[in-house]
């Protein structure tokens, strides 16, 4: 019995639809890659904004000013970047946010401020701390970054926790409003156009040392 073989022409087909399968599962393999990673990065991003709020939280709710320490500040410095709102806010905190365990005994500054990134169009949010409080330097701490892709960071004050001024410009020591509230409008991911809002809102003791 004569055994016949495959022709040229069914092999080509044959190629061409393997070709044009693999081509096809490649993109959805591709597509599918791309979502898992904007997920996760807009999950990492989400996570970033809660570290935030609890930070700068813990962070006011040790407000504490010592008696005789003329070097400490309490103020909020506003920028505008592109029509875009930056605010540096400065104060001096009792709790030491990144090691717990640390005793302290007296009080030390904390910065937040926001910063732009090298490639010029994105900025970063950094926090610093330090326990030699420089009033001629507020950020002369280790800057930590604690969220990127920041689109405007506003600190604003209020004495009834109603009534909000845009135009808050305290810079005198102690003279400090009940009622804080921290705006910071973001972008999820690097490549999203999508602006998300989150809104801390602090009432600090004010302790005194």
Do not use: C
Not at 62 to 85: A, D, M, P, T, W
């Amino acid at each position: 019995m004569k055994r016949r073989g495959f022709t040229l022409v069914e092999l080509l087909i044959v190629i061409g639809l393997s070709g044009f399968i693999f081509t096809t599962l490649m993109a959805v393999y591709m597509q599918v890659k791309k979502l898992s990673y904007d997920q996760t990065r807009v999950a990492s991003q989400s996570a970033a904004v809660i570290d935030f709020g609890v930070a700068i939280s813990y962070d006011l709710e040790n407000l504490i000013f010592e008696k005789y320490n003329v070097r400490q500040v309490f103020s909020v410095e506003k920028e505008l970047h592109g029509g875009r709102r930056f605010d540096a806010f400065v104060f001096p905190s009792a709790a030491l946010n990144a090691n717990p365990s640390v005793l302290q005994a007296r009080s030390f500054m904390v910065s937040y401020f926001v910063e732009r990134n090298p490639n010029g169009q994105d900025y970063t949010l950094y926090r610093a701390e330090d326990m030699f409080i420089d009033y001629k330097n507020p950020f002369r701490g280790v800057a930590v970054p604690m969220l990127k892709f920041v689109d405007e960071f506003k600190v604003e004050g209020s004495n009834n926790g109603v009534d909000y001024e845009e135009t808050w410009d305290y810079k005198t020591r102690r003279q400090i409003p009940r009622y804080i509230k921290i705006t910071i409008r973001y972008r999820p991911s690097e490549f999203s156009n999508e602006i998300s809002e989150y809104v801390v809102d602090v009432r600090p003791p004010i302790l005194w040392n």
